[in-house]
């Protein structure tokens, strides 16, 4: 499972995993999720993607 780590001035916020997980479908999730997340945390926000195990 892909989930995806939001990074605030170094620190992690929080992490967001998403219902969908085809390659398209989360560039989108990104492109939405970074503007929402820059309106509430301001410019330096970053978000990397990871692998998780489901089990």
Do not use: C, F
Request: aromatic residues 8%; proline residues 4%; charged residues 25%.
């Amino acid at each position: 499972m892909i989930v995806l780590d939001v990074v605030v001035d170094g620190t992690r916020v929080e992490t967001v995993r998403p219902a969908n997980q085809r390659p398209q479908e989360l560039y989108w999730i990104m492109v939405d999720l970074m503007d929402r997340l820059q309106s509430k945390y301001g410019t330096n926000v970053s978000l990397y993607r990871r692998l998780e195990h489901a089990g």
